[in-house]
């Protein structure tokens, strides 16, 4: 079946540093990949919809300039949380979806900035 | 706006119990419907869904959802639970059809006693 690969599954990282997250899809080519933020015992929030070759469309709420998304190819996107600070610490999860009414999640990347 | 309300935050059952969660969403329309389980920092898995057709839906390890329009809900139940559904629930919405961007229930946790 339909693989999402998101890596890293785990990042800890210093205050006012930056953390690459990356979410591929391996045997599909994705027009548009979502990301979305889980808190602790929390439900999953959309961040933004990453689109190929465009800019990421973001959610209300949340800022751009922070967490800057590029889906460079059919099968990456990335997200890139700057200047990463404490209240950032959270579950990071991506879907892609190849259309065809079909949706696939990547597995996660725990988050703990210092 | 689209939202989706899991009324139940904590439910426990015994093993071997029959097991419903609720699910309810507001929405103009008829959205798309998915259940996922998320086991403690992983991904989510889909259990189930629903776009059109028949309102009882089957999906996998057992669990099966149904959709009543008139309730505007979209139940998941299992008749026998197993001490390996411990887990999160979460039920989605898909209002925007076709764009794939989920609006998440706030999750059940669910505990399975022996």
């Known amino acids: 079946g339909a693989v999402v690969s998101q890596h890293p599954s785990r990042v800890i990282c210093k205050s006012g540093t930056s953390v690459k997250i990356e979410c591929r899809s391996l045997d599909f080519q994705a027009t548009t990949m979502f990301w979305y933020r889980q808190f602790p015992k929390q439900s999953l929030m959309l961040m933004a919809t990453s689109n190929e070759g465009s800019k990421a469309t973001y959610e209300q709420g949340v800022e751009k300039d922070k967490f800057l998304i590029n889906h460079a190819s059919l099968t990456l996107s990335t997200l890139t949380v700057t200047s990463a600070h404490p209240e950032d610490s959270s579950f990071y999860i991506c879907s892609a979806t190849p259309g065809e009414e079909k949706l696939f999640f990547g597995s996660g990347t725990q988050l703990s900035v210092l | 706006a689209q939202s989706v309300t899991q009324p139940d935050i904590h439910i426990t059952v015994s093993e071997g119990a029959s097991l419903e969660l609720r699910c309810n969403y507001s929405?103009?329309?008829?959205?798309?419907l998915f259940w996922y389980v998320q086991s403690p920092g992983q991904g989510l898995q889909l259990l189930l869904k629903?776009?059109?057709?028949?309102?009882l839906v089957q999906g996998i390890k057992g669990f099966e959802a149904e959709f009543k329009r008139s309730q505007s809900s979209f139940n998941l139940r299992k008749p026998s639970v197993h001490w390996s559904d411990a887990a999160e629930y979460f039920c989605?919405?898909?209002?925007?059809?076709?764009?794939?961007?989920?609006?998440f229930g706030s999750g059940t946790r669910l505990q399975v006693q022996p």
């Open positions: 929405y103009g329309a008829t959205p798309y």
């Open positions: 629903y776009f059109s057709g028949d309102t």
């Open positions: 989605a919405v898909d209002g925007d059809t076709g764009r794939r961007a989920l609006t």
